[in-house]
Structure formats: C-alpha cells, structure tokens
C-alpha cells in the first residue's frame, strides 16, 4: 500500500509506462484521440492498452485528489 502512495514513483510510472512509447506521439494521446474520435474499429487489445497507458495517470490523480482533501481537512 506504501508504493501506491508514492509520488515520486507514480510520478516515473507516468513518464515511462504511460506516456511509453514517445515518438510520434505518446501511445495515450494516441489512444485518447481514437476514443474521442468515436472508438470504430477498436478492439479489446486497444482498451486494454488504454486501461494499461492511463492506470498511472489514475494513480497520479487519486494521489494529488488525497493531498488537497487532507490540507482542506487540517
């Protein structure tokens, strides 16, 4: 549980793992763009890929979600 609190972790999972691989453009931003643009023609493969790419962007977010609650609480 102490590695899904790790910022500087999820922080490198993010920049590696999620944005991997980079050129042309980042495999999410890719990815996003295909579901933005109606998802035809995707495949499980390609929603897992998403599921893949994105989860250390969600732990990213539930990090940053836990910091602002916990400052508003104290």
Do not use: Y
Not at 10 to 36: D, M, N, Q, R, V
Not at 40 to 61: A, C, E, I, N, S
């Amino acid at each position: 549980m102490k590695l899904l609190n790790d910022w500087k972790l999820i922080c490198l999972l993010c920049l590696t793992l999620g944005l991997a691989p980079f050129f042309p453009e980042p495999h999410i931003i890719g990815k996003l763009k295909w579901i933005s643009g109606g998802a035809t023609g995707m495949q499980f493969k390609d929603w897992f890929d998403v599921l893949l790419h994105g989860f250390p962007f969600v732990l990213l977010l539930r990090i940053i979600i836990i910091k602002i609650f916990q400052t508003k609480t104290n």
